[in-house]
């Protein structure tokens, strides 16, 4: 499909505007490349807690990375095309984390884990809704793209607060 230049134009500043609201919403991130922390020797609960929770927070934050850095990298992409690479490249990682997150071992965090792995699954809708844009240039598509990646952002800050509240209560330091 051969696309004119008035509608590649528009494209393009669809994601220009996306990235303004990537932009605008991304708050502070944390380092995921750090070792998890060491367990401590006073723990008498859990001691592989520590680890668990690292494991599980750092794959979270590798989605969200990948989805916050593609829908910014859309507004500096060169053509239509490597907008939707970009974006259909997170969508794919995100999706890749959402089935390890389904194998690791939540124990003692399951139901903060939960809030992380419904917030992975919004970013998969959200980037999802957004190539569908792409496809269709239906605006409901953008529309719905911004209102889950809103919810997506939000459910994020709290499953990572949660799960910090967490291992606080086993004696960690949080992620």
Known sequence: MTFGKPLVRVMLAVCFALAALVLAGCGTGSDT???PPPADSSDTHDPTMAARTWQFLNQFKQCAYRAESA????GIAADFQEASDLIFGAKTACSNIH?????????????EALDAEVAVGWYEDALGSLLDYFDTQAPSSLSKAKQTLTQARGLKEQAVREINERRRVYGFGPV
């Open 71 to 74: 829908l910014t990298q859309t």
């Open 99 to 111: 089935s390890n997150m389904y194998s690791m071992d939540t124990e003692h965090f399951a139901d």
């Open 33 to 35: 490349s750090s070792p």
